[in-house]
Each structure stands twice: as structure tokens, then as C-alpha cells.
């Protein structure tokens, strides 16, 4: 059976926050794909087959890894 629910990322350091934030996103219909670095962002957004919206706390250090790595940045929004 394949999971059609839509994807977001969540980019945290804080263990705890990403557990919560999985269980929230799974009860709001939307599937989570929790990672603790920004580097782990980046290597999950480059094999996303789909559009995935990203939740962080970071985010000028996001943008900046965005730029670094020549993403563009169209395939990105702000949430």
C-alpha cells in the first residue's frame, strides 16, 4: 500500500520538538521526514522526488546552506 499523505520535512536539533512535531503533522494527514541537521535537510531535499515543504528554526542558516549548495530557490517556500 503506498502512502499518498503529503510530505514535510522538519529540520530541528531538538529530538523531543521533532517526536512532537511528527505525531502532530501524522494526526494533521501529513507524513514527516524528521532530520537534525541542515546538511540532513539538504540530502533529503535533493532525493525528494516531489515537493516537500520544510519546517525549521534555523532559517537563515537554511538559506544560506540553500545558496551555498546552488538550489534554486522556486522549489522553496516560506511556511
Known sequence: MTDNRPRVLV???DTSLL???A???DAAGY???CVE???AALAALSQASDEMPAFSDA????????ERHQLDPQHFREI
Open 11 to 13: 529540520v530541528d536539533d
Open 19 to 21: 517526536r512532537l512535531m
Open 23 to 25: 505525531i502532530r503533522l
Open 31 to 33: 507524513r514527516s521526514l
Open 37 to 39: 541537521s541542515g546538511a
Open 59 to 66: 532559517r537563515n542558516q537554511f538559506y544560506r546552506l540553500m
